[in-house]
């Protein structure tokens, strides 16, 4: 036994324990806890393997940083990184492994985009992981080292297949089959549309014998892709609870008689942002008038009528599925959801500031208790 231990290439470098009804690894992060207090002041967050990773980095003053102990990267695990922070940047070994990893975790988390939200990766030279890294080369190095070197997720994808790919018509077949595959897994409509767009016009710069007629039949068909980008990059100003809200006013003003007779679904909902919370109440209290309503008759800023259809996500949806009341009310009971949860977030970050103050064991049945209804949502 001691001539095996001596060996090191013998050992793993981490020892997993298997999954139980009690740990489930695939809900779980490590270092969460500590990292998502940081989100108040910074927007991105550091996804690695291991936990020594995450103590090597928190070591070197990298705090916002968490593990996923050596599981494959799940959707509850992204999901619950969106509600703290709005870049995620997944930095997994620099060997072929870790490369494998990360094409898995991107082509899973690529699903879960959504317009406010950001996901890249960096790579690390090879043979390093980021404890190593950080050990060797010091924070300011490995920040401006990341901010230097990290690449969208989409941009990943496509250089991934493009290596793969030969120069020729099969070759490029396949390749165009996998991208739109890969891109039609996600569940945002509007990312769906940007992420497609952007795979469909670097396709066509491979293709140089494409002949004049077709070049600009193409070009006409993403000549909108300018446009989506701005519109992308306006939405990335709006948090996410904004979105959730601008989503529930859309769908308000665009569902007046269903929502009369279906008002007790919304009419508890609580919302965040002033402005929003303000054309909120004044729909409610339309709603309760029983009066038919139109949107020209609202008394509410044209201005932010067209910012509010402008920007709802969910407008996209609803689109593809018009006078489908079942899909709405659907869709309410989501939104619903998410701002509770916004909400159970938001409360109980206030009672850990306010029990590491006091100690008091009312605030810690407080907050035990809304941890409870948190985890049951």
Do not use: W
Not at 206 to 227: F, W
């Amino acid at each position: 036994m001691e001539e095996l231990l001596k060996k090191k290439d013998f050992l793993a470098k981490y020892i997993n324990s298997p999954e139980t009804s009690f740990f489930k690894k695939g809900s779980s992060l490590y270092n969460l806890d500590l990292a998502r207090k940081l989100s108040i002041k910074l927007d991105s967050i550091f996804l690695v393997e291991g936990y020594m990773d995450v103590v090597g980095m928190s070591k070197n003053g990298v705090e916002n940083v968490v593990a996923n102990l050596g599981t494959s990267l799940t959707d509850k695990q992204i999901f619950i990184l969106n509600q703290f922070f709005n870049d995620i940047v997944i930095c997994f070994d620099g060997d072929e492994s870790g490369y494998k990893a990360a094409l898995r975790a991107a082509e899973n988390s690529i699903k879960d985009l959504k317009p406010e939200k950001q996901i890249s990766f960096l790579f690390l030279p090879n043979k390093e992981d980021p404890d190593s890294f950080i050990n060797k080369n010091g924070k300011d190095y490995f920040l401006n080292f990341s901010k230097q070197n990290k690449i969208s997720i989409h941009q990943f994808i496509f250089s991934h297949y493009k290596k793969q790919t030969e120069n020729n018509p099969s070759s490029l077949a396949i390749f165009d089959k996998k991208l739109r595959s890969i891109a039609n897994t996600i569940k945002d409509n509007f990312i769906r549309k940007y992420i497609l767009e952007y795979f469909l016009e670097k396709i066509s710069e491979l293709a140089p014998h494409t002949n004049k007629s077709n070049r600009y039949k193409y070009l006409k068909n993403t000549k909108s892709l300018e446009t989506t980008r701005k519109h992308f990059k306006e939405s990335q100003s709006l948090s996410g609870v904004e979105l959730k809200e601008i989503s529930l006013i859309y769908i308000i003003m665009n569902n007046f008689k269903l929502l009369q007779s279906n008002i007790h679904l919304i009419e508890n909902i609580k919302l965040f942002t002033n402005l929003n919370k303000q054309i909120f109440d004044k729909l409610i209290s339309k709603l309760k008038s029983k009066k038919d309503l139109k949107i020209d008759e609202l008394d509410i800023d044209s201005q932010l009528i067209e910012k509010i259809n402008k920007f709802a996500p969910v407008k996209y949806i609803l689109n593809n599925k018009p006078d489908n009341d079942h899909k709405v009310i659907e869709i309410l009971d989501d939104i619903s959801r998410d701002l509770n949860n916004y909400d159970l977030e938001f409360r109980i970050q206030e009672l850990e500031s306010k029990f590491s103050r006091d100690l008091s064991e009312t605030t810690f049945n407080e907050l035990k208790e809304l941890k409870k209804k948190q985890n049951i949502n």
